[in-house]
Every structure is written in C-alpha cells, then in structure tokens.
C-alpha cells in the first residue's frame, strides 16, 4: 500500500488521489527474476507528492526504484522580425480582398 511520497527525503503521507503522482510501474526481467515468478498482474505502486512529482520521476534502476529528475525543457522563443508599413498595407488589401486602382 502507498502510505507516503516514494523521495526519501521526503516525509508527505499519501491521502487524496488528486494530490500527486501515482505510478505504476512494470517490473523489468531483472525484477521479476528477484521475485521468483513471471506473473503479468505483478505491478509496483509508488506515490510522488505534488511538489516532487514536478520535480522527479520514477523509472526501474536495476531491482529498485529510482527517482529521476525531470529535464527543464527550454522552451525556443521564436525569431521576431519586422514589417515595414509598405508591406502592412498590402497584406491587409490582400486579406480584405479589396483592390483599390
């Protein structure tokens, strides 16, 4: 049973399903051979809290569970550029689809 956040360090007790991270996680074949069977319906249960679920994660390390740091993802700011007036003007004839002559 998930009683508290699988970090070590951490001390969160487990009580409502809309706080954190429940894991299930697959054991590997190196899981499974410590455990002696081969049964499909073995799966371990970890819970990360909500400040460490956005921080960490949870992947099989060997025979144990180990916390993972999430990567900070830098998000690419796209490449400004300028328009001149002249071409303002023609783009909103354009889209209008008034011509004037």
Same mark, same amino acid.
Request: with cysteine; hydrophobic share 35%.
């Given at each position: 049973?998930?009683?508290?956040?699988?970090?070590?360090?951490?001390?969160?007790?487990?009580?409502?399903?809309?706080?954190?991270?429940? =894991?299930?996680?697959?054991?590997?074949?190196? %899981? #499974?051979? %410590?455990?002696?069977?081969?049964?499909?319906?073995?799966? #371990?249960? =970890?819970?990360?809290?909500?400040?460490?679920?956005?921080?960490?994660?949870?992947?099989?390390?060997?025979?144990? %569970?180990?916390? %993972?740091?999430?990567?900070?993802?830098?998000?690419? *700011?796209?490449?400004?550029?300028?328009?001149?007036?002249?071409?303002?003007?023609?783009?909103?004839?354009?889209?209008?689809?008034? *011509?004037?002559?």
């Amino acid at each position: 049973m998930v009683s508290k956040c699988a970090n070590p360090t951490c001390s969160e007790t487990f009580l409502y399903l809309h706080q954190g991270k429940i =894991f299930q996680l697959t054991p590997t074949p190196e %899981v #499974e051979a %410590v455990g002696g069977c081969l049964l499909p319906s073995l799966y #371990e249960r =970890f819970w990360l809290c909500d400040k460490c679920c956005k921080d960490m994660t949870l992947v099989w390390g060997g025979t144990e %569970v180990k916390l %993972v740091p999430l990567r900070a993802v830098p998000v690419a *700011q796209p490449p400004a550029f300028k328009v001149d007036s002249k071409q303002k003007q023609k783009k909103r004839a354009a889209t209008t689809g008034l *011509q004037r002559r």
